[in-house]
Structures are given as C-alpha cells and as structure tokens.
C-alpha cells in the first residue's frame, strides 16, 4: 500500500480513524461538530468587527499602546501551539492504539499547556486592570473585553472537557462513544488556536504597530 | 495496514503544522518587536502572516486538503470564509464610513 | 415590615409592585395568562395525564411529536400576538386627539411584545416544527441526526416563551420594539427590567434556533434515504435546508447584539451606550446582520410548503423545480448582502445605501421566477380547490403586492420619505403574514391529517381563511395609507383628524382577523368532535407526491419499517403509478430507534431559572441555574444508554394493521378527496 493511502482512506476530514474503527453515525457527529465549530467562527468573527469598530473609541482612557504587552503574548501563544501539538500526538496515540499511558499523559500535557495559557491570560487581565483598564473605562476595552475573555472561556470549557475526557478514558476505555468525543474535542482545540492566531494578530500585533 | 508507517507520517505532518505555526507567529513578533517599515505596511504584513498561518493549522491539524472524496467540510469552511467575508467587511465598511461622516 | 423588604435580599429587585395592578387591561391580561395556565394544569390534573405527558411527550426525542409541541407552542402564542395586535388597533383608532383607554407605556410594551413573539415564539417554533414532522418522512429517515439535541432546542424555546409569558404576570416587559434598539434599551434609558426580559428570552430562543439550524442541515445532508440525492427532494426539504443554513450564520449575530447589550446593562461597559465611546449604530448593525437573514429564515419554509401545495393540489409535477432551487439558494446567499436597507436613513454615504439598495432589488429576482413556477405549476393542472390551496392563493396575490411596496423601500431616497412610518408596517406584515402565517396555516392543515390520521373540516377552515385575508387586507392596506399621510409607526396617540378613518377600517380588520383565529379553533375543535367521519389513517388523503404520503396516519413511530429505495423525484407519485406503493408485507428487522430523555426538560427549567434570575437580579437563582445547566450536560455525558430496540414482531403488528386498513379502504379520486368517503388511499387510476 502506498505512503498516502492512510489519508485517501480518511472517510472525512477530522474523522482521522481507521475504517474498522469508524461507524457511519460517526460521520454524522463529526459533521454536526464542524457546523457548530463554525457558527463558533461567525461569532468570533463579529466580536472581531467589533472590536475593529470600536477600537479607535478610547475615550480618555488608555490605549493599545498602554495596556497591550509583546512578551506575555508571545509566551501565550508559544503555549497554546504545543498544545496543539501535543493533543495532535494524543490522537495519534488514538488512532494507532500506542497505549493508553502515551494517550493520557499528552492529554495531561494539554491539559498543563491549557492551564498555563490561562493563567498568563488571567495575569494579563489582572495587569491591565491595575493600569485602570478596566472593561467599563471606554468602548476599545469593552470590546477587548467582550472578546479575548471570550476566547479564554473557550479554552477553559476545553481545558474542563479534557478532565472529563480523561476521566471516561480511565472508566471505560476507548469505545466508539469516547474516540469520537476525543475527536470532537481535538477539532475545537485546534479550532481555538486559530482564533488565538487572529487575536493576536489583529488585537495585540496591531494594537502595538 | 496503519502500521508504524502510517504513525510516522502522520507524526510528520505535526511536526510541520508545528514548525510552520512557530515560524510563522514568530515572524510576526519578531517584525513587530523590531518595527523595520511604516505601520500600515507592517498591518499587511501580519495580515498575510495570520492568514497563511490558518491555512497551515487547517492542513496539518485540522487535515483538511483539497483531495478528499468528501468534500462537505471543506464546502463548508469555504462558505463560512464568504458569509464572514460579507459580515465583517460589510459591517467595518459601513461603520467606518459612518465615523469618517461625523468627523 | 413590608414584603418587599424581607423579599430583598433573596428576590432581588422582585416584589410585588411588579403586579401590573396600575392598569386594568394589563391586570387583565395577567389574570388571563394565569387563569389559562391554572385551568389547563388543573384539567390534566383532573384527567390524571401529567404521568403520560411527562413520558409520551415532553421526554420525548421522537421529530414527530417534538414537531407537534412546536406547533402547539407557536399556536398559543400567536393568539397571543394577534389579541396584542387588536388591542393596539384598537388603541390607536380611539386615540385621534385624546389619549385612548391604554397608557403609552403599556402601547411600548404591546409592541415590543407583539413583534418579539411574532417572530420568535411563533414564526419559529412553527415553522420549525412544521419542518421537524414532515423533513424526515419526505427524505425517508426515521428521526433527524441529533434527537436529544432537538428536544433540547424545543425546551430552550419554550422556556423563552415562558420568560414572556412571565413578564405578563410580574411585568414590565421592554418597549424597545422588537428590535430592541440601543441606546434606548441602554440602562440609562430604560432602568427596569423590561429589556432584560427581552434580552434572555431572545437569547433562549436563538440558542435553541441555533441548534436546530445545526440538526436540520446534518440531518438533509447525511440522513437522505439510498437514493435520494439532493436534487431529488422535494421542495420543501430544500428550502429547510437552506433555512437551516440561515439560521446557523445569521443567529450568532443576534447572540453577541444581545449578549454585547447585556453587557452594557449588567457590567457597566460601553458598547452602544452615549458616552464612554460606544456607538448605537454597531447594534443596529450587529441586530440587523441577523435581522435580514430572519426574514429568508421565516419566509423560505413558506415557500416550500407552497411548492408542495400547487404541485399536490394541481396534480402536475412542480413546473421549473431546478430553477426554484436555485432560486431558493440565490435568496439565502443574497439575504447576506442587503441588511443596510434596515438602516438607510443611519447617515452612511449615498454610495453604500445605494450598493445596499441595488442588492436588495436583486432579491426580487429570484422571488419573482419562484411566483412564475407557482402560476405554472397550476397552469392547465385541474386545480383543486381545498382549503390549504386556497391560503396558497392569496399568498401568491398579497405576497406580489408586498414585493412591490419593497421594491419601493428599496430605494433610498423613498426609504428617507417613509421611515419610520406605518408604510413600513404595512410593507412587512404585507410580507410576513402572506410569506410566513399563510404559509404556516397551510401546512398546518394539509399536514393535520398526517399527524392525526383525520383530516381538518373543510367548512370551518374557509370561514378562516375569509375572515383572516379580508382580514388582512382591511387592517393593512390603510397602512400603506397612513405612513403616505405621515403617520408615525409605534404611536399610542395621533394627532390628525384625518387618519381617523383609516384607523378604524384597520380595526376593523383587526377585528375579522380575530374572528378568524376563533374559526381556526372552532375548526379544531368540530374536527375532533367528528373526527370519525374524516379518517384517513391509510395515509394519503390528497393523492401526495412525497415519501410523507406512504406511511399511515400518524406514521409508526420508526416511520418506516424498511427505508424506502427512491428513484426519482416525486418519490411516492412515481411509485404509486409503478405499483410499487405499499409494499407487502414481509420479514422485519428490528429497529433501533433513541431513548426518551429528560435532559431536554431539565436544560429547559434551568435555562429559564437562569434567566428569570438574571432578570430580576437574582443571584443565587442565575448561578445555580448556570452551574446547573453546566453540570447537566457534564452529567449526561456520563450516562450511556444504549438505545431502545423495536424489535421484528411489533414492526410486524403494526405493519399488519396498517395493511389492514388499506385493504379496507375504498380508492378514492381526487374530485372527491373532500367527502367523508377519503379514507386515505388514492385512486391511482384517475
């Protein structure tokens, strides 16, 4: 068999599992997830218009250049990417059955690079809110405030999702029923990097120019 | 079938989607940590970044390419890019324009 | 002590000054909702069914049954609506110079109300229910892709019709107008409680829309039976899909404009507010992103049922069926594309109105060679006259001339002339009532008979259908008037002599429509009292095109006992002529089919819990509430249920009787389809 036919196999895109393995509801299920993954995307796509309409209104209070910092950015997204790496090493382990111990602990490696994230956010939130950036001050920080903590929300419902995840693994294994939540789980984890990518492109980076 | 083969190819695939999405966000910071060109120059510069850097997750870790025999997920990604595309710059065109007017 | 003082702490801002006891129209009405729901409660009661509602129904994950509650849920609330409307006709006739018998408060709140249940509470869970029951018989499935997460939606849905209901009894609810424009609806302008009503209810009902959005479109798209490619479904299944596809883009839009305001009210901050740099316009823009694909959302159904009708009832196939697809996908992409004729007069420039303006045109384009198809597809077919046909009739009249009135609007610099007038009025419910209710009403009675296995009295039903389209005609064209002469939209009182007559002809239709609304119910209720004599339990009642029409009335509760091989459009037309209708009967496999389930229930009580408390402030309510809904659905993701099986012997008792029936029924024509002598089988020769 040639080197490319595990991927021609793929029945559907996020459906990464060997033929055996899939059920045809599973399709199903993972089409519903993009859909939802998607609406998830207009939504953050008009938090961005938003923000990029009100972005000017600061009102007196601080501005981008005040409140915005390069490093803790850079440190969040440098966490957030291996966390995308190592939940997509979890679901290999998935996929090619290399255990249960490599499955949970890169699922624990995520769940660790997700808590880290979170905590340089929070202590990015707290900073700005001692430099009197607080959400009510002008319209730019509402925004800013109605959007990156809507990001943070994602990922920590996706950081309580991979508990709940590594609990069910430990209770019942990998059936049908916790491969295509793991699968579920790994696209809106990889889905949240993307909009991670565009906050700080289009709210930090630009905010900074 | 799937064997060890299959494990390190697919493991390659991460690791590039990796290295790309460093690379690339990296590239960003750094520009902007050096500032080297006029703003709106750097604004486009961080734009094209961004946008290649989606494209890459899609690939490498979202798996989406343009040979699969089931195209429904990609059909739907495209339709959303042109109903966001509509949304947002519709919405910036109007409301920018309406802040210019009361100037 | 006072109440209110010993409540504070624990209720929030709720106390008993809530009670609407400083208006009697108002005290009334909250005396009718109660009194409505204690006798409705205490009638089950006394019939000892809560057990079996509770099992059969609200737990229930069965599309057809969940289709019914929407529907029921959508007919409670539109009488409602329509009650609302009547009193505001009323209002507005008696106040030419004086200040009427309801206060101008109260009028806000009539409005508000009146449009917000509308469109959510009951355009929605109707047509929402409508596709439920019948999208999965026409593409040959035995239930849509996500049960539990259907039940889910209709509870989500009906708590926010509960959150408006409630706001009868402890009011106010807002009068910012459906729409709830900011900066009004800001706390600044509008302190009480009212808007918050709005916001969650609104917000209920669009996390709910949104799922459904989510279940229909998987559902068409990987559910269909072997066979059925796309381009073979009927009509309406496309036109639920691309609704679907509206819903699931246009619905976050509305969650962040009311989750944004919300903010603004609740943490202080400054998205549409006056000062601290917010802009009211970002809403109108945000509300309206959604607002425009609403309208697609609520109208496409329509013209999907309407596709069925003329075909059904004109015994032809459906004239031009590519073009109306096409037609129906051009109207949802271009629905994206014209929401700034919401807000012509907002203060862009001459250049974006009049791109806006020019797309907005282009939607008549494809509207207008679906009206041609319609007018074909009955072209020399022997049209029958039945009731659903008839409302499909004078939608294809009246929704012309509402077309019209917006091609005008279409235009800015008349757009500019008519703001904020009642020719708006007129325009919309011009193009709501023919494009949706009509619609809606149809399908409903050319469904009935597929749900209850009897079909609807013929009599009773025209009397309806006179009373609501003159009806109609006599309450809105005066509109178009009016809003020519100047008159304001939304006044409680006006102030030129003149406009009297007109008012009072609109009351007059008002009151007709009302009357027609009774007749829907007087029709109901003959039904049922002689339902006997309208059996048509083998099925087919009107000689129907789709896979719907091959299944008993009501269909089994796994639809079909083998899934039916579709060769082609008009799937059961075809087989019926091929003598491949019916199939015999043979040996069965058992059926899988999903276990009832409460989560559905639950989400909806503490989604409800949740709200309420928001609304009135009350804390503990809202954060039990949300960390409730979060360790539900954490909860059930525990919990493996692996399904219940209908096993061989009793798909093969039910597939017996049903033969049965068909073996007993007389082949009717379809001349006489009408007659008591229907009993559901067509008679393929004539």
Redesign the interface.
């Known amino acids: 068999m040639s080197a490319g036919s595990a991927s021609e196999r793929r029945r559907h895109p996020g459906l990464n599992l060997h033929e055996s393995d899939a059920h045809p509801s599973d399709g199903e299920v993972v089409f519903g997830f993009w859909v939802f993954m998607m609406i998830d995307a207009v939504l953050f796509a008009l938090l961005f218009a938003v923000y990029a309409s009100l972005g000017a209104n600061t009102a007196g209070g601080p501005g981008p250049h005040e409140v915005f910092e390069l490093r803790p950015a850079a440190m969040e997204t440098l966490l957030l990417l291996l966390s995308s790496f190592t939940f997509g090493i979890a679901s290999l382990a998935m996929k090619y059955q290399r255990g249960m111990a490599l499955l949970q602990g890169m699922l624990a490696l995520t769940l660790l690079l997700g808590l880290g994230f979170l905590g340089l956010e929070v202590h990015d939130f707290v900073g700005m809110a001692d430099k009197g950036a607080l959400p009510q001050v002008s319209a730019f920080l509402s925004a800013f405030y109605a959007l990156v903590p809507t990001h943070f929300l994602h990922v920590s419902l996706g950081c309580v999702w991979i508990v709940v995840m590594m609990v069910q693994l430990r209770m019942s294994g990998l059936d049908r029923i916790t491969r295509t939540r793991l699968l579920r789980l790994g696209l809106f984890w990889h889905f949240l990097d993307i909009v991670w990518v565009m906050i700080f492109s289009f709210v930090f980076l630009r905010g900074l120019l | 079938m799937g064997g060890d083969g299959g494990f390190r190819r697919e493991l390659r695939d991460y690791v590039v989607g990796l290295v790309l999405a460093l690379g690339l966000s990296g590239a960003a910071f750094a520009l902007v940590a050096w500032d080297p060109w006029a703003a709106r120059t750097m604004l486009g510069v961080v734009a094209a970044l961004a946008v290649l850097q989606l494209v890459a997750h899609f690939r490498c870790f979202l798996h989406i390419d343009l040979k699969q025999s089931h195209r429904d997920d990609l059909q739907l990604i495209l339709f959303t890019a042109v109903i966001i595309g509509l949304m947002v710059a519709g919405s910036l065109w109007i409301i920018l324009n309406q802040n210019q007017r009361m100037m | 002590m006072r109440i209110e003082a010993l409540a504070g702490p624990w209720l929030g801002r709720l106390s008993l000054s809530a009670l609407p006891t400083d208006s009697p129209v108002a005290m009334g009405a909250a005396l009718v909702a109660v009194l409505g729901v204690l006798g409705v409660a205490g009638y089950i009661t006394g019939k000892g069914k809560w057990r079996y509602l509770w099992r059969e129904w609200f737990t229930s994950v069965d599309h057809k049954r969940i289709g019914i509650m929407y529907v029921v849920l959508a007919l409670v609330m539109l009488a409602r609506a329509v009650i609302e409307a009547l009193v505001m006709r009323l209002q507005q006739a008696d106040a030419v110079n004086r200040s009427g018998f309801i206060s101008a408060e109260h009028f806000g709140q009539l409005f508000s109300t009146h449009g917000s249940i509308m469109i959510f509470f009951m355009a929605m869970p109707f047509l929402t229910g409508v596709i439920n029951y019948v999208m999965p018989l026409q593409i040959g499935a035995r239930d849509v892709?996500?049960p539990v997460l259907n039940s889910i939606s209709l509870m989500l849905t009906a708590a926010g019709a509960a959150l408006v209901m409630i706001s009868l009894v402890l009011a106010p609810f807002s009068t910012g107008g459906w729409s709830g424009y900011a900066p009004f609806t800001e706390l600044r302008f509008s302190p009480g409680v009212g808007v918050d009503y709005w916001i969650w209810a609104v917000t209920l009902s669009s996390i709910g829309s949104?799922l459904t959005?989510?279940?229909f479109?998987?559902t068409i798209?990987?559910?269909r039976a072997p066979g059925m490619h796309l381009f073979r479904m009927p009509l309406f299944c496309w036109t639920a899909l691309c609704t679907s596809?509206l819903m699931?883009?246009a619905?976050?839009?509305l969650?962040?404009a009311t989750?944004?305001l919300a903010?603004?009210r609740y943490?202080?901050?400054?998205?549409f507010t006056s000062?601290?740099?917010?802009?009211m316009?970002?809403y109108a823009?945000?509300f309206w992103?959604f607002g425009h694909p609403e309208v697609y959302i609520v109208v496409l159904p329509s013209f999907g049922v309407f596709s069925e009708l003329f075909s059904t009832f004109s015994a032809k196939k459906l004239y031009g069926y590519t073009s109306l697809v096409l037609a129906t996908m051009t109207i949802a992409v271009l629905s994206?594309?014209v929401?700034?004729h919401h807000f012509f007069t907002?203060?862009?420039?001459a250049n974006?109105n009049a791109a806006f303006g020019i797309a907005t045109m282009l939607i008549g384009i494809p509207t207008g060679v679906k009206v041609y198809d319609w007018i074909l597809t009955m072209f020399r077919g022997r049209v029958r006259f039945t009731t659903p046909l008839l409302w499909g009739l004078a939608f294809l009249v009246t929704f012309v001339i509402g077309g019209l009135s917006g091609i005008l609007l279409a235009i800015p610099p008349v757009d500019f002339l008519v703001h904020n007038t009642t020719f708006l009025v007129a325009h919309f419910h011009n193009m709501l009532i023919p494009g949706t209710l009509f619609g809606m009403i149809a399908a409903y009675q050319f469904w009935f008979p597929k749900a209850f296995g009897f079909r609807l009295e013929e009599r009773w039903g025209r009397v309806a259908f006179g009373c609501w389209v003159i009806g109609f005609y006599l309450a809105f064209m005066p509109l178009y008037v009016l809003g020519l002469e100047g008159m304001p939209r939304r006044s409680a009182e006006v102030f030129d002599e003149a406009f009297r007559p007109w008012l009072l002809v609109a009351a007059g239709g008002a009151v007709l429509i009302v009357l027609g609304m009774a007749a829907l119910a007087m029709q109901l209720a003959m039904s049922i009292r002689h339902r006997d004599r309208n059996r048509v339990r083998a099925g087919d009642p009107w000689d129907g095109r789709s896979l719907e029409w091959s299944t008993s009335s009501p269909p089994p509760e796994y639809n079909f006992a083998k899934l039916p091989a579709v060769q082609g459009r008009d799937a059961f037309w075809t087989m019926k002529r091929s003598g491949r209708a019916y199939p015999p009967l043979e040996r069965y496999a058992p059926i899988m089919l999903p276990e009832n389930s409460a989560i559905g229930p639950l989400l909806g009580a503490l989604g409800l819990a949740t709200a309420f408390g928001l609304v009135w402030r009350i804390g503990w309510m809202a954060g039990l509430g949300t960390a409730g809904v979060l360790v539900a659905v954490?909860g059930w993701?525990?919990v493996?249920r692996p399904g219940r099986t209908v096993d061989e012997r009793q798909v093969e008792r039910t597939e017996t009787r049903w033969h049965a029936v068909l073996v007993a029924a007389v082949p009717v024509s379809r001349e006489h389809e009408c007659d008591p002598r229907n009993r559901g089988l067509a008679d393929v020769a004539a």
């Open positions: 892709s996500f949104t959005g989510i279940n479109a998987v798209y990987k559910k596809i699931i883009f619905m976050p839009a969650t962040v989750a944004l903010l603004d943490l202080g901050m400054h998205f000062g601290g740099g917010g802009n316009m970002v823009n945000l992103l994206f594309t929401w700034l907002m203060g862009q420039s974006i954490i993701s525990f493996r």
